[in-house]
């Protein structure tokens, strides 16, 4: 280990992992857009004229999920950007590198989507630009709200990395290249018919579920031997030269790995989601930890069990989250009906709730999750927990709504999702209330 690498990264190094991010989102944006590159000759007037025209047509029939996808899409590009051009010793509020990155985006976006023009089965649009570059401006400003936290999160991932042994940097790089495999094509997708669509046609399987597209012995036992390296590094990496966790503790972190990239892969639509495959991988990475046993490490670091506690509780609160939204599960199998309820929703997203009872269960039980969560996050990235807190119970939310399409009498709507979010809004601010006053009596005390 050289002496370079012990040092802690310097802000020149943080600068380059913030446009090494940025770089990648940006590849990102242009693969998703224009993928399968499949270019036709189109005349560039025909191509301009599409692009501008479809402000007109698309107006009247307005997708939320591509609004969506488009914000998300640019908002990391917008983040890091920001996060690289902006020097840490040098801080504050800089107007000319937020012009400089918005005006960046509305380049990109605009060359990208007047691209898709010439790829059949996209659509070229100037409200997708308009879509990407608010994008952008999310990331900016979410730069501006949590850039502290996310420089000192930054600086110990990178000294975590730059302590490790060459061969924990091998096994931290075979958990991305596992990560990247297991999403590919990343065509990720937020339209629930498009989702409906994978579960139709057997590409969404339970364990064990039989389909055509259902992995093979041989893919089984490769998913197997390709998750080995995950249990690998949740033992040894992250613990020190010295260190390393106990097989039980490996474990549980690899598994909690992968049943997350399982989930995510779950929008993809070009992609199989296989439980089985989960289970195969599950079982290569047990295996990998009870290998890392045998390194010759004084120093064991048994189950953090306030982690078990708090993911344990995460789960039962999703759980709970579904008895709530869809008891008493009467679920029918009616296409049609859901085929249309879906158009409904799609033609009025924000239509009131079908009744209280949709609504009130759920807005009581994020109130009280907003309560019980803020004392216990972490004060050095209290801002940046909040944020995800809000991001993954929206998800949730949605996801209930998106199930009532299967129910009897289901109605979903957004207005429910807006409810239940902002009653975990007070939920938190309730609970951060008290701890305001007493550090502000505090600081005073100290004065």
């Not at 046609?201 to 390709?226: G, Q």
């Not at 306030?306 to 296409?335: C, H, K, M, Y």
Request: proline share 5%; charged share 15%.
């Amino acid at each position: 280990m050289t002496r370079s690498l012990e040092r802690d990264p310097g802000d020149a190094a943080i600068r380059v992992a913030y446009a090494t991010a940025a770089a990648a989102f940006v590849a990102y944006a242009v693969w998703g857009t224009l993928f399968p590159f499949d270019f036709q000759a189109v005349p560039l007037g025909t191509a301009a004229r599409l692009f501008w025209s479809r402000w007109a047509t698309d107006a009247g029939s307005l997708s939320l999920t591509d609004l969506a996808s488009n914000v998300l899409l640019f908002l990391p590009i917008g983040l890091f950007m920001s996060a690289a051009l902006e020097a840490p010793a040098k801080r504050g509020l800089t107007p000319a590198r937020d012009l400089f990155t918005l005006t960046a985006a509305i380049v990109l976006s605009g060359t990208i989507e007047l691209a898709q023009a010439f790829v059949p089965w996209r659509t070229s649009s100037i409200l997708d630009v308009a879509a990407e570059v608010s994008g952008a401006a999310c990331g900016i400003a979410i730069w501006r709200y949590v850039k502290t936290e996310l420089d000192a999160l930054l600086r110990g991932g990178l000294r975590m990395v730059g302590r490790s042994t060459r061969v924990e940097r091998i096994l931290l790089a075979c958990c991305a290249a596992f990560a990247i495999a297991w999403w590919l094509p990343a065509d990720f997708t937020l339209r629930p018919a498009e989702i409906g669509d994978k579960y139709l046609h057997e590409r969404l399987l339970l364990p064990f579920t039989p389909s055509e597209d259902a992995a093979t012995t041989s893919e089984l036992v490769t998913i197997a031997a390709a998750a080995i390296p995950i249990g690998l590094a949740a033992v040894l990496c992250g613990s020190g030269p010295r260190g390393r966790r106990s097989v039980a503790s490996g474990a549980l972190i690899a598994a909690l790995a992968l049943v997350a990239l399982e989930l995510i892969q779950i929008p993809i639509f070009s992609r199989t989601t296989d439980g089985t495959e989960l289970l195969a991988a599950l079982g290569g990475s047990t295996a990998g930890s009870a290998a890392a046993a045998f390194a010759d490490r004084a120093t064991i670091i048994g189950v953090d069990w306030r982690t078990v506690r708090i993911a344990a509780a995460i789960v039962a609160a999703v759980g709970i989250a579904f008895l709530l939204e869809w008891w008493p599960f009467q679920i029918t199998t009616d296409a049609p009906r859901a085929l249309m309820e879906a158009t409904l929703w799609s033609r009025a997203p924000f239509r009131p709730p079908a009744s209280v009872a949709d609504v009130l269960p759920g807005a009581v039980l994020a109130a009280a999750a907003g309560m019980l969560v803020r004392p216990r996050l972490d004060p050095r990235f209290v801002r940046l927990q909040t944020m995800l807190l809000v991001g993954c119970a929206g998800a949730v939310f949605a996801i209930c709504e998106g199930g009532r399409l299967l129910l009897v009498g289901g109605r979903p709507t957004l207005m429910s999702v807006l409810i239940k979010l902002s009653a975990l809004a007070f939920g938190l601010y309730i609970a951060s209330a008290p701890m305001s006053d007493r550090l502000q009596v505090a600081r005073r005390d100290n004065r």
